[in-house]
């Protein structure tokens, strides 16, 4: 059974980096693509971006100049960091996996972490 | 503001049929059969109910069917059960840098 968990801070200064870690087990990172999606309080799905295992990434233009996305196979496990945090950026953060390339077809998600970004 | 049209809300009662429609463009919608449907319950992470506009993954109901008409998607829930009450999002391929959009969601009620 494949599982997907998040882990990271729960709260993080404006203006300081997010940083977030997506564990998979029941699968081998070593295939799919792997995407954070966000989802503000009360408000629809956001697609961050996705890693590929050879470390090959694909980001948000809205987001792509403060998003960092990597890829560890000795670990299973994908992280992202996005830098110069807001207030905006506060929401629940989803690790998924695509089932296939290019299909926007996410079956497997992580339960959410809530990130707050607030002093 | 999302990229993909859907309705803020719908509603039936026990039994009846709803259809949630999900309108994008010609470079999203339109333009691949890469739809996809989730159905999100309050506190949870979205569940995959609908891939490739029309196709069910293993375990989800048969009652739960997709379509696509140009640049309108649709979800059709049949036989409303009170455990489908719960927020519907429908989303797209669109070839392009953006990669993959979302509509704003849609809250089914069942009276």
């Known amino acids: 059974q494949v599982q997907l968990q998040e882990s990271g801070p729960g709260l993080v200064k404006p203006s300081e980096t997010l940083s977030l870690t997506c564990t998979v087990s029941g699968a081998s990172i070593s295939s799919y693509y792997w995407s954070w999606i966000r989802q503000p309080p009360g408000k629809g799905l956001e697609w961050i971006g996705y890693v590929y295992y050879t470390g090959t990434t694909n980001y948000n233009p809205s987001l792509k100049s403060r998003v960092t996305m990597s890829v560890d196979t000795s670990k299973n496990q994908f992280s992202l960091r996005l830098s110069s945090v807001t207030a905006a950026d506060t929401a629940v953060y989803y690790c998924a996996r695509e089932a296939s390339s290019s299909s926007s077809n996410f079956d497997y998600w992580g339960q959410g972490t809530l990130v707050t970004v607030s002093s | 503001q999302s990229a993909l049209t859907q309705p803020a809300s719908v509603s039936g009662s026990p039994g009846q049929s709803i259809t949630i429609s999900c309108t994008g463009t010609s470079s999203d919608v339109g333009g691949y059969n890469y739809v996809s449907w989730y159905q999100q319950h309050p506190g949870r992470a979205p569940k995959l109910m609908i891939y490739?506009?029309?196709s069910r993954p293993s375990g989800v109901s048969n009652r739960f069917s997709g379509s696509k008409s140009g640049n309108t998607a649709s979800l059709t829930i049949s036989g409303l059960q009170a455990e489908d009450e719960a927020d519907y999002y429908c989303?797209?391929?669109?070839?392009?840098?953006?990669?993959?959009?979302f509509g704003g969601g849609t809250k089914l009620t069942v009276l």
């Open positions: 989303s797209s391929y669109t070839g392009s840098s953006t990669y993959v959009v």
């Open positions: 490739d506009v029309s």
